[in-house]
């Protein structure tokens, strides 16, 4: 019975570690890892990640303190504002010239029927607003933890409207909402959806010198392997070129700089350390 057991959990290990290994399309560009740091340990479990011309802000996700990071290009915490928040599950952050976008959405379990967004004032942040968010056809008793598509990790400003990324879990298709970030309680469907991704979302910004959306995530198993991605995507949510981060785990956040630079996080797990790395696309 043991040795029958043992072969069983070893037949059930290879299988879920082959499931990770992905065949990637050929892309039409290279992706070149340009550095590589070792975050800090207040930002171990990193979790969104902007860009803006001095830095990039990021943020830690469920059960830690509500503060907001300010990171200079070295990896370095530069300056930390903590919120009158409660950080149930912060997963993403964005911004325009007037306010931080922080999104409270994570529900990898399935079990919140609602989440939120808090828009901060970039000017007094003391000055708050919360932004109820509901998912149509969301039952939280139905949900099954880890296998269903009422989760998000992704946010990006574009085009002067706020948009969240499903991480999609059961079906692996994509959706994408447009939330109002002028209306207090609301009741979100998807108008878009990508097909094709070779796992769940993590993090997304839009690459404004290439006019296309950047996209980073992975798909994992219950034995620590993960097959992570960045991919882009085209303003129609059409999907242009997959890279595979052979190197990463969990990689939750990636903005793109003012020169069109690749910038992800990745959170720290078993056996690696919380990192800040940087990317260029070179041309074949």
Same mark, same amino acid.
């Given at each position: 019975?043991?040795?029958?057991?043992?072969?069983?959990?070893?037949?059930?290990?290879?299988?879920?570690?082959?499931?990770?290994?992905?065949?990637?399309?050929?892309?039409?560009?290279?992706?070149?890892?340009?550095?590589?740091?070792?975050?800090?340990?207040?930002?171990?479990?990193?979790?969104?990640? !902007?860009?803006?011309e001095e830095?990039?802000? &990021?943020?830690?996700?469920?059960?830690?303190?509500?503060? /907001?990071? @300010? #990171? =200079?290009?070295?990896g370095e915490?530069?300056?930390?504002?903590?919120?009158?928040?409660?950080?149930?599950?912060?997963?993403?952050?964005?911004?325009?010239?007037?306010?931080?976008?922080?999104?409270?959405?994570?529900?990898?379990?399935?079990?919140?029927?609602?989440?939120?967004?808090?828009?901060?004032?970039?000017?007094?942040?003391?000055?708050?607003?919360?932004?109820?968010?509901?998912?149509?056809?969301?039952?939280?008793?139905?949900?099954?933890?880890?296998?269903?598509?009422?989760?998000?990790?992704?946010?990006?400003? !574009?085009?002067?409207?706020?948009?969240?990324? &499903?991480?999609?879990?059961?079906?692996?298709?994509?959706? /994408?909402? @447009? #939330? =109002?970030?002028?209306?207090?309680?609301?009741?979100?469907?998807?108008?878009?959806?990508?097909?094709?991704?070779?796992?769940?979302?993590?993090?997304?910004?839009?690459?404004?010198?290439?006019?296309?959306?950047?996209?980073?995530?992975?798909?994992?198993?219950?034995?620590?392997?993960f097959a992570?991605?960045?991919?882009?995507?085209?303003?129609?949510?059409?999907?242009?070129?997959?890279?595979?981060?052979?190197?990463?785990?969990?990689?939750?956040?990636?903005?793109?700089?003012?020169?069109?630079?690749?910038?992800?996080?990745?959170?720290?797990?078993?056996?690696?350390?919380?990192?800040?790395?940087?990317?260029?696309?070179?041309?074949?």
């Amino acid at each position: 019975m043991n040795n029958l057991f043992r072969v069983v959990i070893l037949s059930l290990a290879i299988t879920l570690s082959s499931a990770c290994a992905i065949n990637y399309p050929t892309p039409s560009a290279s992706l070149k890892i340009n550095s590589i740091v070792t975050l800090p340990e207040e930002l171990a479990e990193t979790s969104g990640l !902007f860009c803006e011309e001095e830095g990039m802000y &990021s943020l830690n996700d469920s059960g830690n303190a509500p503060v /907001i990071f @300010h #990171v =200079n290009y070295q990896g370095e915490i530069t300056e930390q504002t903590r919120l009158a928040l409660t950080n149930k599950d912060w997963e993403a952050i964005t911004a325009d010239s007037a306010f931080f976008y922080i999104a409270d959405v994570g529900n990898n379990k399935g079990k919140r029927e609602q989440v939120e967004i808090h828009k901060v004032n970039r000017s007094n942040v003391n000055d708050i607003e919360t932004i109820t968010l509901k998912y149509a056809g969301n039952n939280a008793n139905n949900n099954i933890p880890y296998a269903h598509d009422f989760d998000s990790e992704a946010m990006v400003m !574009f085009d002067n409207k706020l948009l969240l990324f &499903s991480k999609s879990w059961r079906t692996g298709i994509t959706h /994408i909402y @447009h #939330v =109002n970030d002028t209306k207090s309680v609301q009741t979100l469907s998807p108008f878009a959806s990508i097909e094709g991704l070779p796992g769940v979302v993590t993090g997304v910004d839009f690459d404004r010198v290439r006019n296309r959306f950047v996209i980073t995530g992975y798909k994992s198993d219950p034995f620590g392997n993960f097959a992570t991605f960045l991919a882009q995507v085209s303003k129609e949510f059409t999907l242009l070129d997959i890279w595979p981060l052979d190197e990463y785990k969990q990689v939750e956040g990636v903005c793109v700089d003012t020169e069109g630079r690749y910038w992800f996080s990745e959170e720290a797990t078993e056996g690696r350390e919380a990192s800040l790395s940087s990317a260029y696309i070179e041309a074949k």
